[in-house]
């Protein structure tokens, strides 16, 4: 499964983004989206199309988690948002791998591995279903990972509100959280 994650502070500003792919089942971490020529901007495209949904939700919803808030069914992509005190909004949005009978379809030259080594990675892979419980779960322990790291960024006095986080260290412990849930 491909992952697009941004935190966007509450007048919709881009805080911080970053892509990444799954590394449970045997995935490798590297992203792979649906249409990798455009994929930066469809990605943006997709979640602050997604922003007025969240804003509707935000004042219904008393919990700080949403879960899967939207889908964009041209390339199968979800996304599940997380609301902070202060107004940010962090947006994951993910899209399960194309099916075996999609991206094999040149033949049987074409290089995919044989149907058999991807069913039996795919089955026991959270990204096999991304509206799961088990999906649902993974991706709330990432927000609430990447949340707590968040919160101990903007806590440093050399940070200021509404600047975007360039941290290294930061990317790094999203990436470990990505890593460890997705």
Known sequence: ??????????????????????SKAGGDGVARFRFPDNAPYMNQFIVHASLDIVEELQWSNGAMYLKHIDTYPPTSAYVSAFLTGSGARFLLL??????ATAAAGGGAS????????????????????????QTEEAVRQFMNEVYENWVK???????????????????GR????GKKWL
Do not use: C, K
Not at 1 to 22: A, C, K, R
Not at 94 to 99: E, L, N, S, T
Not at 174 to 177: G, L
């Open 1 to 22: 499964m491909s992952y697009y994650f941004t935190i966007l502070s509450p007048t919709d500003v881009p805080l911080f983004s970053h892509s990444f792919g799954t």
């Open 94 to 99: 993910h899209q399960p791998p194309q099916p």
């Open 110 to 133: 074409s290089g995919t591995p044989p149907a058999s080594a991807t069913s039996r990675a795919s089955s026991s892979s959270i990204a096999n279903n991304p509206t799961s419980p």
């Open 153 to 171: 960024t903007v806590m440093s006095p050399f940070y200021r509100r509404g600047m975007e986080i360039t941290s290294s260290v930061f990317r």
């Open 174 to 177: 999203v990436v470990a959280a």
